[in-house]
């Protein structure tokens, strides 16, 4: 299925890149072969010809040598039956081949290791020799880490489709392949058969993905990689760091904290409830303790020691003999961790819903807290290093501690998030009800300041349990309730945070306090004030974005919410959107946006005499915020990290990140070595330069809004152009994700949820969000003058951020096609509003490029970045069939052709695109 593919377009090859990806290339055609051989054995050499005719053609295509249309014309009127099974191949394919780049990249970085080159500047190695560089000084360290955070948080993503059991066939397959890669052996007949498995397993569900299926496919990652890498790389980098500073006494909590927003993340989706939460949160903690014990039973096994030939600590002592076990009464080492084991049994009886495996019951008393079994697991640790066993205490029983350390009882946070103008209603409806106020919508925003203030100054309740509530307001405090019963059960790090999309005033956030206080999560009457649950706001839209400073600003001049923040140490959560902005303003205003909304918010942060931690609400698609993760870290205003980050990880992306150990360890490690560059040094590079910068970007970020906004919200009939030429509505129809995809019923784009409005424009092939508008602005910005432009190109030279909203957008604007582009748009019936659009996008496309070569000085869109070109080059051409076929079976799905096949060849041609493409949503 693969053929000796030519450096040809717009990815140029030199000899030496050629040489240097060719085990690759070696790579995918060993794959495609397999798959291919797989194909004709399982469907027929009917089906074979016909995938290997696509494929041909394809390649063809790209070569120029025959017209786009005639590849769409094999397509043309295809037996749905005939159709599936072509589908499948080029999603599958793309599956080996994100698996062949993977372990490219391994290769790559092993090669430039046994050279001796520099480290790879985005690894912690690097950042080391950068920190020593700088001779930083003690005191200024610890300050600056102090509550130091990098977390991952998990959230849902429609484009996650994948089954478990394909998850694991595609684990195996990496591990054969890396056993290749370092010559362990003949591994193709194994590939066969798990080629062979994934090929006679369906892709996606059937049935419509419900949340407790998100839920188990978030946390199947830490079983995959986390729980063997995160307490890893958290000892590492605490042990670095300690090294270099040894008195600052810092990284004594882990740095290294995952987070959750599935089955708390409620905005728009009314599928959560209180049921929900008590499933995500009680699943979250099996998994933790599961782990536990699965890691205690092999610690027995291996801590085998005898008490007549090694000596103990008394504590060690004290703990073994609480069990009591003849047959190991001269193994105090296997009795001491027999009894953690009993005690946690213990404590999974109390708290969990469903019991692990590897439990013994003894008796003994439950862990309050995981405070308590990380003491007795220190106990352990104390004695075998004072008695010559270190050795042993550094294997796996020193990851055990770290993953007791990290992960608790709750495994990860998981984060609440409800829309404001819920909020207002049910707080509405629980003020009517006690009896405080008939009507507080009508409340002008100081009257509802005041009114809410003093409620939080209260101790009493609004609403009793029996009160007769509506539907909203009864499911939001059962929620409420179950997030409560979480912090209690599992301890304060189970929900961290409670936050507020579309947050626009003081009011939304007291609104939130007062149903925190509803739940038993706040308590500010007192001098000990009770807050475990943070709340964070959320800005999205550029207008909110710009206000969000002062929003915040005086939020904390209300002493009940300053109050909560002082009870938090001081520390304010912030989350800044970037899908909403970017639907709102287009790419680059919305990049500008959250740029100077950090600026104004650490400012504020500064001047109110808070820690200040930044939440980016990145999606994996540039035009949500994402992009390769050290440069956008980095590309971060002066203060706006402070030690601190927590990012959202959506879809695609978190398989493509964190499903193996390797390439999680690497992920993890460049979000740390980004976080400690751009908190520890100077890495924005403009000095006093800054102010005019700033206004160069103001003037280009308004010019780009405006000729964004002249097409998505001036043009008439944009609307009806975007739903005809994508396959946005279907992402709604078809059983893709638990949540709609709009918050509510409408057609509007302001009201369309940010994820199907940028994952559409991608599988289409415009990218839309992701560029459109720049080029016009930079366009009119430099007008034919040398002097403006080589502004631009000092700015790109000098200035991170800058550079990486180039860099991000080349990078869209690659893996954008307008051919295929096209093909989508002849979906529009309406000839002249198919031309009024679509000749304003492919202008546009145009003049971007056009506009990037000029300000770069690069005539390849990806010079910068050479991993994505070889993935364009390599893989592009098996995504044409996947397009074409999706344009067919779209057309007649909407021509009202009512077979379930077609309906399911539309979701796997989704798939399958998502799956290539590598972060479409």
């Known amino acids: 299925m693969v053929d000796d593919l030519e450096p040809i377009g717009s990815v140029q090859r030199t000899e030496v890149g050629r040489e240097a990806t060719e085990p690759m290339r070696e790579d995918i055609r060993l794959l495609g072969g397999i798959l291919g051989d797989t194909i004709r054995a399982q469907n027929g050499e009917e089906v074979f010809d016909l995938v290997e005719r696509a494929r041909v053609e394809s ?7 025959i017209d786009r249309a005639e590849l769409a014309d094999m ?57 020593d560089s700088a001779q930083l000084d003690s005191d200024r360290v610890a300050e600056a880490l102090k509550g130091a955070q990098v977390s991952p948080v998990i959230t849902a993503h429609p484009t996650e489709t994948r089954r478990r059991t394909i998850f694991s066939a595609q684990h195996r397959i990496t591990e054969l392949m890396r056993q290749r890669l370092h010559g362990d052996g003949d591994v193709e007949d194994e590939l066969r058969k798990h080629i062979l498995t994934m090929w006679q397993t369906a892709l996606v569900r059937l049935s419509r993905l419900q949340i407790q299926d998100e839920i188990e496919t978030g946390l199947r990652y830490y079983p995959a990689s986390f729980f063997a890498v995160i307490p ?142 990380l003491a007795d697991l220190d106990v352990v640790d104390a004695s075998l290093r004072a008695n010559g066993g270190a050795l042993l205490a550094d294997d796996r029983l020193r990851m055990l501690r ?39 919508g009508s409340l002008a925003e100081p009257d509802r300041i005041k009114l809410l203030a003093t409620e939080l100054a209260t101790r009493r309740p609004l609403v009793k349990p029996d009160a007769e509530l509506s539907e909203l307001a009864r499911k939001e405090l059962d929620i409420m309730a179950a997030a409560a019963r979480a912090v209690r059960v599992f301890g304060p790090q189970a929900v961290p945070n409670y936050i507020i999309s579309m947050c626009e005033s003081v009011s939304d956030l007291l609104e939130a306090a007062v149903l925190l206080k509803e739940a038993g999560l706040l308590d500010v009457s007192t001098a000990h004030v009770y807050a475990p649950v943070g709340i964070v706001p959320l800005f999205e839209t550029i207008e909110d974005l710009q206000r969000g400073a002062s929003v915040l600003e005086a939020a904390l ?71 390769p993760s050290y440069e956008a870290i980095l590309a971060q205003p002066p203060g706006a990290v402070n030690g601190s980050l927590r990012i959202t990880e959506q879809g695609e992306v978190i398989a493509a990140k964190y499903a193996e150990p390797q390439i999680a360890h690497r992920n993890l490690e460049t979000l740390l070595a980004a976080t400690l560059e751009a908190t520890l040094l100077d890495v924005e590079g403009l000095g006093e330069d800054a102010a005019p910068a700033y206004q160069v970007l103001d003037d280009l970020a308004a010019r780009a809004r405006r000729a964004y906004s002249e097409l998505v919200h001036d043009t008439s009939g944009f609307v009806d152009y975007f739903m005809a030429s994508t396959p946005v509505s279907e992402i709604g129809a078809l059983n893709i994700g638990s949540r709609p995809t709009s918050r509510k019923p409408t057609t509007s784009i302001g009201d369309l949820r940010a994820i199907p409005w940028v994952l559409a424009w991608s599988q289409s092939r415009v ?80 003049r971007t490029i056009r506009m990037h070569k000029l300000i770069t000085g690069q005539d390849n869109l990806l010079a910068d970045n050479p991993a994505l070109a070889r993935s364009v080059f390599n893989r592009f051409p098996y995504l044409e069939p996947l397009n074409h076929l999706q344009v067919e079976l779209l057309r007649r799905y909407r021509s009202g052709d009512t077979d379930e096949l077609v309906q399911r060849g539309i979701l796997l041609t989704m798939s399958g695109l998502a799956t290539a493409l590598r972060n479409s949503g």
């Open 59 to 65: 390649f063809r295509v790209r070569r120029s040598e």
């Open 75 to 131: 397509f043309d009127g295809i037996a749905i039956r005939k159709a599936i099974p072509v589908i499948r191949a080029f999603t599958q394919f793309a599956l080996l081949a994100n698996v062949a780049e993977d372990i490219h990249r391994e290769r790559r970085r092993a090669v430039h290791v046994a050279a001796g080159e520099p480290p790879h500047p985005s690894s912690l190695a690097a950042t080391y020799v950068k920190l």
């Open 232 to 373: 890893q790389v958290n000892a590492e980098v605490r042990t670095a760091l300690q090294k270099r500073w040894p008195d600052a006494r810092l990284l004594e909590d882990p740095i290294l904290r995952p987070g959750s927003w599935i089955g708390g993340d409620r905005d728009g989706n009314p599928n959560v409830t209180g049921e929900v939460v008590r499933l995500a949160t009680g699943e979250a903690a099996f998994t933790a303790l599961d782990h536990y014990f699965s890691e205690l039973t092999a610690l027995e096994e291996e801590l085998s020691m005898s008490g007549r030939l090694v000596s103990t600590s008394d504590e060690l002592t004290a703990l073994a003999d609480t069990c009591v076990d003849p047959v190991r009464d001269d193994e105090p080492y296997r009795r001491a961790l027999r009894a953690i084991r009993g005690r946690l049994t213990a404590t999974a009886t109390a708290i969990l819903d469903r019991q692990p495996e590897r439990e013994l019951d003894l008796g003994l008393a439950r862990y309050q807290t995981s405070r308590d079994l």
């Open 402 to 440: 770290e993953a007791v350390h990290t992960f608790g009882f709750h495994l990860s946070g998981l984060d609440m998030r409800q829309n404001s103008d819920v909020h207002e209603e049910v707080i509405a409806e629980l003020l009517a009800w006690a009896g405080v106020h008939a009507d507080y």
């Open 557 to 627: 001049q209300v002493p009940q919410y300053r109050a909560v923040v002082s009870a938090r140490s001081d520390s304010q959560e912030v989350m800044l959107g970037y899908s909403d902005s970017n639907k709102d303003g287009g790419y680059l205003a919305a990049n500008w946006a959250l740029y100077r909304a950090e600026l104004d918010l650490v400012e504020s942060a500064r001047k109110s005499g808070i820690r200040l931690r930044l939440f980016h609400g990145r999606g994996g698609t540039v035009g949500r915020g994402g992009g």
């Open 767 to 846: 990218m839309l969000p992701g560029w459109y508008g720049t080029g016009k602005a930079f366009e009119e910005y430099i007008a034919d003058d040398d002097e403006q432009l080589q502004v631009l190109h000092d700015l790109y030279r000098r200035w991170p951020f800058f550079r990486t909203v180039l860099s991000n957008m080349a990078q869209v604007l690659a893996k954008s096609d307008m051919g295929l582009a096209a093909r989508y748009s002849e979906l529009v019936e309406d000839e002249a509003l198919r031309r009024r659009v679509f000749d304003k996008i492919l202008a546009e496309h145009g």
